[in-house]
């Protein structure tokens, strides 16, 4: 461990020399134990302090009354992009004085039921996702009628108005999907390989039809288990063996274009990884190359502009896009775009 | 009444019919099956039986595999583990946060995961010996609880839901070596996942037939009351076997930090029936008593190459979780009929 | 099937005594002024109907439970056990009714169960498999047991030869004293036979043997002495020449209190039942 430690010198020289000498005379199980506990009482408080003033930053700039918004989505535990949406909503809230409660489920039924909630908690305003439409039509109408100003995000852009919301912020997956083929076309491939995380999403679905619908070459879906990397890795990675002519490998979730990258390497495949969405992880990947392109589709600003909407609604009566989809994608991002973009997305807004 | 055994002599005389013995083994259902699945696939899937092809299946398995072991030998002696799927994405998280925390050596949070993880493989098992509950419950209880911490503690510390990358930090380099690099014997690449887990195949076998704890563990599962009264230490057992299941999710979840750098919060969710199906595949008793690990790890190759193979093949992945519930089905039902027979014959 | 053992008894010390042995549990008083003396060679019968107390003693003297009133003696020395394995090291073993086995396990597995016997050193410490199969298959032979297999699952075989594996590895763990829990309880008439044929193989070897159960028939055909528990204290304690059958049966059916009932139930029946509830 020493020999690797002297050729693989990290940034992080200064700070660590003193936990270092430690560790390095025998990493022992008590030794660990005392700096776990060092861990705890320290580093976490200061750490979080300053996380907290750097997202959600500043103090509220108006003196509107207090109001309330709610934001359920239909985002899994743990997700990503959902974080993202959120840390948007709240540096928004901070800003417009508004109290803001977050909510989520995956499954429509319980996602209904967490508005049902905010309608009888008689909201001031209400931010939901629309990816199953069906279920969520009755809660949103009664929210509607129950007097709420409803803002729709991400998804659902064709039921929004239909509904009574009254405006739709997100990105047209097709369009974005369309975005990606078009750029797949530039980029002069010929066959894609659209890596689909979750089964049955239809947003999923519609992303890699738009590339479809753009791409002059074939394009295969291919479906992975998205709560197990060690399998999504080895599944495209058996279908880059079995199928030669893949030269580009495009991932719906940012998360898994770096695994797709492994799995690309091991399969001795030379395909180009391009992935929907953003982390820190792609930022770097595109930043070296490994990854050619992203499509962001700017969930910071669909968090950030349902809460600034419904508050300039309440305020000022205001709404934007005269009764059509407000579009926060896709913005195409490259290397060159690498830099700014890893500041970011470690700080968790891009 | 005294004849202590001293002499070493063989005594093949007292063995049984060979047949009837190998017909008792629980692995022999998973094995007639996995063959199956590799015939069925050499045919019907182009580039399954290349070199390449078949390391990726391995790696597939072996993943599952590694946790499937301990797993069956929690299930021989008599528990479930319900937590063992996000326990991996634990000790994973623990692992990176620990070293992008403290600024420290990656090995430095690989030994602390190594302590927590083992941490909650003896709260599972001390608890289920203490409240006598059934292992259902609490482990239920232990894998939403971790699910819960995973998330909760996750975005808490880091800021966001996945943890920082530490792939520049020192000593990364030589725990992806152990943990998650390539080996390269006679010519294949082959992952060092399969190493572990072929490790983990032999040990576990070591343990449950050539040692006094594998007695014990059959008899823990077998008849626990029986064992107690004869002078085993029934709760020792248990509790050694929940943190066993909990070593192998270290191993686990070092090779999901060591091989992406960034763990997602979220991941890991619904494996732990994957491991156990491996394991009842294999040809573990629900009931316990019964089992091997070599079984679990043919179980989990099924996985393996089942999953796998439905990609090589081009099919619609739609089918891939009815394919896997059809196969657990019939090989449950196949054991139980090797069982029946095995024992009609004696 | 006598002889030997009238000439054992009263002699040496006892192997294991109790003297006015009593157990609470909370409240509940289980067991009171409980006495009885096993002697190399000899078999102590415990008689007694449902929750007499039976299972309580058997819990104290192997080690299950602790005696919290009178002694505890063995080889004359007084002891509060702590732990079955306790019991065990000091020569007292135990054979449960329904307990006694793992049925999935092999026979030699079975045998040896909790007293592995490990060869090598270091981490190749392992199973002495070899001499397992062989010394069960041995010891199995001595009882007069011939297993063909010893690795067939002990649940194919039959709940005579299951019990008697269980005393024949009390035997061969060099028990000094064998506790046996009901063994002819669930067993037909020619199974209690050969299990009663081991208890006086043992009983041959030098073993002090306590046999617990409710059936006078089975205790009068081994039995050196007999201890009878109602409620959970005694009712009696004859030396086998001091009782005879139909008597033992009469007093285990439940003696005088069953012959008052005998009398109430005169008046509507022309006579009294002759046997007990089993």
């Known amino acids: 461990m020493a020999t690797a430690g002297g050729v693989r010198r990290g940034v992080r020289t200064g700070a660590r020399t003193g936990i270092r000498a430690g560790i390095r005379t025998r990493a022992t199980a008590s030794a660990a134990v005392l700096a776990l506990a060092l861990a705890g009482c320290s580093s976490t408080g200061g750490k979080r302090a300053e996380e907290e003033r750097e997202r959600a930053g500043g103090r509220a700039a108006v003196d509107t009354p207090r109001w309330t918004f709610a934001m359920v989505t239909h985002s899994g535990d743990g997700d990503t992009y959902w974080d993202i949406v959120r840390s948007g909503a709240e540096q928004a809230a901070v800003k417009d004085n508004v109290e803001f409660v977050y909510s989520h489920d995956k499954e429509a039924g319980r996602q209904a039921q967490l508005v049902q909630t905010a309608i009888d908690r008689k909201v001031d305003g209400l931010i939901v996702t629309l990816a199953k439409p069906e279920a969520m039509d009755a809660v949103v109408r009664e929210a509607v009628r129950a007097g709420i100003p409803v803002v729709t995000i991400n998804s659902g852009q064709e039921e929004s108005a239909g509904l009574g919301a009254l405006a739709h912020i997100g990105q047209d997956e097709s369009v974005a999907g369309e975005a990606v083929g078009g750029e797949l076309n530039e980029r002069g491939h010929d066959k894609a390989l659209c890596v689909v995380h979750e089964q049955g999403n239809v947003g999923h679905e519609e992303r890699c039809d738009g590339v479809r619908e ?32 893949v030269d580009t490998v495009v991932t719906l979730g940012a998360p898994f274009a770096a695994t797709a990258v492994r799995a690309v390497e091991r399969a001795g495949s030379d395909a180009e990884v391009n992935t929907f969405d953003l982390n820190a992880q792609v930022a770097a990947g595109l930043r070296d190359g490994t990854i050619g392109f992203a499509v962001d589709q700017q969930p910071y600003l669909q968090g950030y502009e349902a809460v600034d909407l419904l508050w300039l609604h309440r305020y000022n009566g205001n709404m934007l896009g005269g009764g059509r989809p407000v579009l926060t994608g896709p913005q195409l991002v490259t290397g060159e775009d690498a830099a700014d973009l890893e500041k970011y997305t470690e700080r968790g807004t891009r | 009444m005294t004849a202590t055994p001293a002499a070493l002599a063989k005594d093949t005389a007292a063995r049984g019919p060979v047949a009837r013995r190998l017909s008792a083994r629980p692995e022999l259902g998973a094995m007639v099956g996995a063959v ?18 078949l390391g990726t299946v391995l790696y597939a398995a072996s993943t599952i595999g590694i946790m499937a072991v301990p797993v069956a030998l929690l299930m021989i002696g008599g528990e479930f583990d319900l937590s063992a799927g996000v326990m991996v994405t634990s000790s994973a998280l623990v692992s990176s946060m620990f070293s992008y925390q403290m600024t420290a050596n ?63 930090m020192e000593g990364f380099a030589s725990a992806r070596a152990v943990f998650a690099s390539d080996i390269t014997v006679g010519g294949f690449q082959l992952r060092i996942t399969i190493v572990w887990w072929l490790a983990l195949v032999a040990a576990a076998t070591w343990i449950l037939l050539r040692t006094r704890a594998g007695n014990w563990i059959f008899a823990t599962g077998g008849n626990a009351d029986a064992a107690r009264a004869v002078g085993v230490p029934v709760d020792r057992v248990r509790v050694g076997l929940y943190m066993g299941v909990a070593l192998a999710a270290w191993i686990s979840g070092q090779h999901l930090l060591f091989s992406y750098d960034v763990v997602q919060s979220g991941e890991g969710v619904g494996n732990e029936l994957i491991y156990i199906a491996a394991a009842v595949i294999g040809g573990c008793l629900l009931t316990g008593g019964h089992g091997s690990a070599a079984g679990a790890a043919v179980g989990a190759l099924i996985f393996g190459m089942t999953s796998k193979g439905i990609v090589y093949a081009q099919w619609d992945p739609n089918w891939f979780k009815f394919f896997l519930g059809a196969m657990l089905l019939l090989a449950t039902l196949l054991n139980a009929w090797i069982r029946k027979r095995a024992e009609a014959s004696s | 099937m006598n002889g030997t053992s009238t000439a054992a008894a009263g002699s040496p010390t006892a192997l294991v005594e109790l003297a006015g042995v009593g157990k609470r549990y909370g409240n509940a008083t289980a067991l009171e002024g409980v006495s009885l003396a096993v002697r190399p060679g000899e078999v102590v019968c415990v008689l007694g109907d449902n929750g007499a107390g039976k299972s309580t003693l058997i819990k104290i003297i192997s080690g299950l439970h602790r005696h919290d009133g009178g002694a505890f003696r063995i080889d004359g020395e007084e002891v509060r056990l702590a732990s079955p394995r306790e019991a065990l090291d000091r020569g007292i073993a135990t054979v449960y009714q329904d307990l006694a086995v793992v049925p999935l396990m092999p026979v030699w597995r079975n045998f040896f169960l909790g007293s592995e016997p490990v060869t090598g050193r270091g981490p190749l410490r392992r199973l002495d498999t070899a001499a397992m199969r062989r010394t069960t298959r041995e010891a199995l032979l001595r009882m007069g047991i011939d297993l063909r297999d010893v690795d067939q699952p002990i649940g194919t075989l039959s709940g005579g030869e299951r019990q008697s594996v269980a005393i024949a590895r009390a035997v061969h763990f060099g028990a000094r004293v064998i506790v046996l829990d009901e063994p002819t309880a669930a067993l037909g008439v020619k199974q209690a ?44 304690s004859h030396a086998r020449e001091e009782i005879a059958l139909d008597e033992l049966t009469r007093q285990m059916a439940g003696g005088s209190d069953l012959d008052r009932l005998g009398h109430e139930l005169a ?5 009294g039942p002759d046997r007990g509830a089993p």
């Open chain 2, 36 to 53: 199956a699945v590799l015939v069925f696939f050499a045919l019907a899937a182009d580039g399954f039986l290349r070199p390449a092809g």
């Open chain 3, 267 to 271: 008046r509507t029946r022309p006579s």
């Open chain 3, 193 to 236: 036979r050969v299990v009663l044929r081991y208890v006086a193989a043992a009983r041959d070897q030098g073993l002090g043997v306590v046999l617990v159960t409710h059936n006078p028939h089975h205790a009068h055909l081994v039995g050196d002495r007999f201890v009878l528990l109602r409620r959970g204290s005694m009712a009696g």
């Open chain 1, 214 to 245: 753009a791409f002059d070459g074939e394009v295969e879906n291919l479906y992975v288990d998205g709560t197990n990397m060690p399998s999504v890795e080895s599944s495209v990675e058996a279908e880059l063996q079995s199928d030669r002519d």
């Open chain 2, 106 to 168: 990656t090995w430095a949070g690989v030994a602390v995961s190594l302590l927590v993880t083992l941490a909650i493989g003896f709260f599972n098992g001390w608890t289920l010996t203490r409240t006598r509950l059934p292992s259902f419950i609490i482990t239920l209880g232990t894998f939403l609880m971790l699910t819960g911490l995973n998330l909760g503690l996750t975005k808490l510390i880091g800021g966001t839901v996945s943890t920082r990358a530490i792939g520049d």
